[in-house]
């Protein structure tokens, strides 16, 4: 159970669009969620960051009975919960039991604007994508090695455009090709060099959707690049439910089908058994 300043404890999630009924979840350090496309996930994934980025909630709960609601518990380092909730052009936040306009985000999120694996090779779009100045992102490739330390060994910039040199199996791989977008190791790597980079200074959260997104090696070098003790951020990731079971580090939630052919509440969660 996730307890370290800042980190999200659980979430009680009392309504939803896509949820059948009320569920607690608890959140460890890495936390994945497995289900099928279109079941749930990303709208699961838009309650952790509803606080500073209410607009994705507000876009479901506009419809008529279609209210999201949940309250997310956190350590700051007493325990904490922030309680929000949405139907139609209303939407209210509370703070410990007392309604405010809005609740700063308690911990930093690092969730890239579009898709996590297509994240641009040119770097003034990356950092438009990762929502930096892109001095800053500059910057951070350069040390991404140091930072990291993973499978990416060298990064340079060559005409505004980021090459990396990575560990792949038992071979090293050049990513300076002519494709728009990073390798997806190398892609990752960036994303957790900015985690980091902002858990030195203040919680933060790592969203990332459709972890398994790619090879298998891929995955396996995902799960346990974040699985690794010395990360000093959360992890919540999602999965489509053929992924392959991540290190027992991570706590795994499912999603399962209730009714399939519903347009509302058609799922519930089902979570591992945590310590």
């Known amino acids: 159970m996730a307890r370290p300043f800042g980190w999200i404890h659980s979430i009680d999630i009392l309504d939803d669009v896509w949820l059948a009924e009320p569920t607690t979840v608890r959140f460890s350090r890495c936390n994945l969620f497995v289900g099928a496309n279109g079941i749930g996930k990303t709208h699961f994934i838009s309650l952790l960051s509803g606080l500073a980025s209410p607009s994705k909630v507000m876009e479901r709960a506009g419809p008529p009975d279609s209210t999201v609601h949940a309250v997310i518990n956190w350590y700051d380092p007493q325990p904490r919960r922030a309680e929000f909730r949405a139907g139609g052009k209303q939407l209210y936040f509370a703070s410990d039991g007392a309604t405010v306009p809005f609740i700063p985000q308690p911990y930093r999120v690092v969730r890239p604007l579009d898709h996590w694996g297509s994240l641009p090779r040119n770097l003034r779009e990356l950092a438009e994508a990762v929502s930096l100045d892109r001095w800053a992102i500059r910057k951070l490739i350069e040390s991404l090695p140091e930072i990291v330390q993973g499978a990416v060994k060298r990064t340079w910039i060559e005409n505004e455009r980021i090459r990396a040199e990575y560990i792949r199996g038992d071979s090293l791989v050049t990513d300076s090709g002519p494709r728009q977008i990073l390798d997806n190791i190398v892609t990752l790597e960036v994303l957790v060099a900015i985690a980091e980079t902002y858990a030195r200074t203040q919680p933060t959260l790592l969203l ?44 795994v939630t499912r999603f399962v089908y209730l009714d399939r052919s519903s347009y509302k509440r058609w799922a519930r969660l089902v979570q591992d058994d945590m310590e």
């Open 208 to 251: 990332l959707d459709s972890l398994f997104n790619g090879t298998y090696d891929e995955y396996v070098h995902a799960t346990d690049l974040l699985s690794s003790s010395v990360r000093g951020f959360q992890t919540v990731a999602t999965a489509i439910d053929v992924a392959p079971s991540p290190p027992p580090e991570w706590t």
